[in-house]
Structures are given as C-alpha cells and as structure tokens.
C-alpha cells in the first residue's frame, strides 16, 4: 500500500489551512519560517526582534489566508507580507529618515563582489548602514522592487528612493574598499 502524504500537495494545504486546520497551518509554518526569517533577518538587526516580526507576519498571513487568490506563489505572497511588516515595525520604533538630495545618475554603479566575504559579513555590512539607505537598498537590490514601488511603500518620492539607493551603494562600496576588498563595477541604471 502507497501512502500519500497530504503535505506534498500545497493547493490542498492551503485550503485546509483557510479553513482552520491547525495541522496545515503548522506546517507552513514550518516550512516558510525558516526563509521568511531571513527576510525580516534582512531588515531588523536583532534576530529577537526579527523573529517578533516573523510571528506577526505569520499572524496576519493566517488572519488574510482568504485573500491569496493563488495567483502567484505563496511564498512570494508571504515574503510581501514580511517585507510589509519589517517596514511597519521599523517604523514604530523611530521615524526613518531620508535624505532628499538628488545624487548624480553617472556615479550610480552596481558592485560585483570577488572576495571571499561571507553572507554573514555582507548582512552586518548592510546592516550599518543608515536604515533609510539600508531599506531602500534591500527593498530594490535584493527585494527587486522598482523605484516606484518603493516611493509608495516608504510615503517617498521616486527621487528620494533612487538617492538613497546610490547613497547605500555608494556607502557599501567605500566601506568594501576599506576592507581591502576587490570589486568590479558596472555600469547600470536604475
């Protein structure tokens, strides 16, 4: 006799976990937890706080389960979530601030890292940056959102976005080179 575990089908999870099964909602849990940590890890220093967050994303991901149309993936659809509640919970504990200086377009350059820095040193690099500079920064280059996606997440304007995101760049490229690391750059837009 074949058994077929239930877990391996995730549209039927889904559907169990809207309507309240506590076994399917604990292993989505627990199998998103992991990545969507790393994400809220991405903005938040603490790794305590980060996982508050992580939990109350999950809350309203359970809360809000009826509105994914599975229109697209549901881990896409709960990473939004977290980035969403990374950026509230910043918010709460202090007002973040962005410097509205237009920066020259012709310096804007994308590093490409040939050092043996790890994941772990890279994170604490980005995570001494400004926060206005650090969310912008990890919103477009790791997040992938565009400009203005970004302006109407953060309340800013498209110009403010792309400063800041030269400006975080610009920061991580200096404190790289102070680590003796070699980069490449390329040229690239926004």
């Known amino acids: 006799m074949k058994i077929i575990s239930f877990y391996n089908n995730e ?10 099964d506590a076994q399917a909602q604990k292993w989505l849990y627990n199998r998103y937890a992991p990545m969507m940590l790393s994400v809220c890890r991405q903005y938040i220093k603490d790794l305590h706080f980060a996982e508050d967050v992580m939990v109350s994303g999950f809350v309203k991901v359970f809360k809000y389960l009826d509105s994914f149309r599975q229109e697209g993936s549901f881990e896409g659809w709960i990473r939004r979530i977290m980035v969403r509640e990374s950026i509230t919970y910043l ?3 202090q007002p973040l601030v962005y410097d509205d200086e237009v920066c020259e377009r012709s310096a804007d350059k994308q590093i490409s890292i040939t050092s043996d820095l790890d994941l772990e040193q890279i994170q604490l690099l980005i995570d001494a940056l400004p926060e206005g500079y650090k969310m912008v920064f990890i919103l477009y280059a790791i997040e992938g959102y565009s400009h203005r996606e970004i302006a109407d997440m953060l309340g800013v304007t498209e110009s403010t976005s792309k400063s800041q995101l030269f400006k975080a760049r610009k920061m991580l490229q200096q404190k790289l080179s102070e680590l003796g690391v070699r980069n490449k750059s390329k040229g690239g837009g926004n």
């Open 11 to 20: 549209k039927l999870l889904l559907k169990k976990a809207k309507s309240g």
């Open 91 to 93: 918010r709460s504990r």
